[in-house]
């Protein structure tokens, strides 16, 4: 069964840094890319970028190029996004989904909570 | 970036009934690159249709999706009261990929 599992819910303040994960089984983790995706509260689905696992290849959205950074370690299938500084405006689910244009298996999300 | 417009925003309907819903594209989405996006409420959302027609594994044959170049319609052909929930399109045709706003289907 294909999973991808991701860590669990976090409450920061703005300014600090933050790294989440997603973990795959149940597939060839470095054979599919992850992407990952935003949902902020009461909001949609926004697309924030893609990671290739194989090669840690990144493709960012404009709107998110330069304040989040994917990375990926194939020895343990797994994907992270992190921040270096956080903002209220981070405040979000994020979802790990696998694939690199549609997307068939999303993670349970992470929450972040920024709020100082 | 390509913009995706969901219509209608909100469609009150009653289980048993049909539901069509709109995806209308800022610039054509070649090759029928556009997939279809249920989320049920406190879930995780799950992938419908790719392709802008092909159900994805386990997705009842209610669900279909239709259209091209600008204009995309997912069809639910008779609601179960499972289907109540957001649906979103997304279009991976051109960078950056993109998600419509979501239609809400609630019970009437």
């Known amino acids: 069964e294909v999973q991808l599992v991701q860590s669990g819910a976090e409450v920061k303040k703005p300014g600090e840094s933050l790294r989440i994960s997603c973990k795959g089984s149940?597939?060839?983790?470095?054979?599919?890319?992850i992407t990952w995706v935003r949902q902020m509260p009461g909001k949609g689905l926004e697309w924030m970028g893609r990671i290739d696992p194989s090669d840690s290849s990144t493709n960012y959205s404009p709107s998110f190029q330069g304040h989040v950074t994917f990375s990926a370690d194939k020895s343990v299938s797994t994907v992270y996004l992190q921040w270096s500084s956080l903002k209220d405006s981070d405040t979000a689910m994020y979802y790990c989904v696998r694939g690199r244009g549609w997307v068939d298996y999303w993670g349970q999300g992470t929450l972040v909570t920024v709020s100082s | 970036e390509v913009v995706l417009t969901q219509s209608p925003g909100t469609l009150s309907l009653s289980p048993g009934e049909r539901a069509t819903l709109s995806c209308r594209a800022s610039q054509s989405v070649t090759g029928r690159y556009l997939a279809w996006i249920q989320q049920r409420a406190g879930q995780s959302p799950r992938l419908l249709i790719y392709d802008a027609s092909t159900r994805a594994t386990g997705i009842p044959d209610r669900f279909s999706g239709s259209g091209s170049g600008t204009d995309f319609t997912l069809t639910i052909s008779r609601l179960e009261p499972e289907d109540f929930a957001v649906y979103y399109c997304q279009q991976y045709d051109s960078f950056p990929l993109t998600f419509g706003g979501g239609t809400k289907v609630e019970i009437k």
């Open positions: 149940g597939y060839t983790f470095t054979n599919n890319w």
